[in-house]
């Protein structure tokens, strides 16, 4: 084809007619710039083509996150629930004196052990430090997400603050003093040997309930109660802060 052209072009120049040559090239840059403009035509097609999948994709995989968010707060719900169990128990058999030190305190460990909620976010944060946010064409669903999500941070750093108090009382109660029993817990006490435990001090704390372990450990098992349930109240708030992004990429997801 090039060579093609190439000789119309010296077969008019050959024959000194220039005025048809300049129309001819003319003519030939425009095809040139026809050709140049549809190859970007079907490249930004195929780039929006792309984009499309894209974005459909991120809508469900977000959704996909944002069931799994919310199969983990239930978990942690079940979790919460058995922390408040058990401690309720344990204030009972301990004001019963029936059970000895080596079981409460065993039970009072179950008994506070909770896991860190981490949320299932990882389709959001991609998309924000990626700058494909901007994918989200639609404008609900994108404002909704950041709303959700600057409301998310803020219930997150309240709930690690209420963790970490928590656990700031609980190492309050058992690192004052070995006289707690701190190498009572299974563990520690598999760890060190029973020939070493023979060697600690003994306290009987759990048979006095004027001694300050005794009721520094009701003290804790209450808190435990009261954060516990702390945390449920704010899951509920974060499901009831979900629900219209939820419902938006339900929508989408389910359209796509």
Request: charged share 30%; aromatic share 10%.
């Amino acid at each position: 084809m090039i060579k093609f052209f190439r000789k119309i072009r010296q077969k008019l120049l050959s024959e000194n007619k220039f005025s048809k040559y300049l129309i001819y090239a003319i003519g030939e840059i425009v095809l040139v710039i026809i050709g140049i403009l549809m190859a970007l035509g079907i490249n930004n097609q195929n780039d929006q083509r792309k984009n499309n999948a894209s974005e459909a994709t991120y809508y469900c995989k977000l959704l996909a996150d944002f069931e799994a968010d919310i199969i983990l707060r239930e978990e942690l719900n079940l979790k919460a629930d058995e922390r408040v169990k058990l401690s309720k128990e344990l204030m009972l058999e301990l004001a019963s004196g029936e059970k000895d030190k080596s079981f409460l305190v065993n039970k009072f460990l179950k008994a506070y052990r909770t896991d860190t909620y981490l949320p299932r976010n990882i389709t959001y944060q991609d998309l924000v430090s990626s700058g494909n946010i901007k994918l989200l064409r639609d404008e609900r669903i994108r404002n909704s997400l950041l709303e959700f999500n600057s409301q998310l941070d803020d219930k997150l750093i309240i709930l690690r603050e209420n963790r970490e108090e928590l656990i700031n009382e609980i190492f309050k109660l058992i690192n004052t003093s070995i006289d707690f029993g701190i190498y009572e817990f299974d563990y520690v006490n598999d760890l060190i040997g029973a020939e070493v435990v023979a060697t600690l001090p003994k306290n009987d704390w759990h048979k006095d309930p004027s001694s300050g372990y005794y009721k520094n450990l009701q003290k804790v098992l209450i808190f435990n109660v009261a954060i516990a349930d702390r945390q449920k109240q704010h899951f509920e708030i974060i499901n009831t802060l979900m629900e219209k992004p939820y419902k938006l990429l339900s929508a989408k997801c389910g359209a796509e």
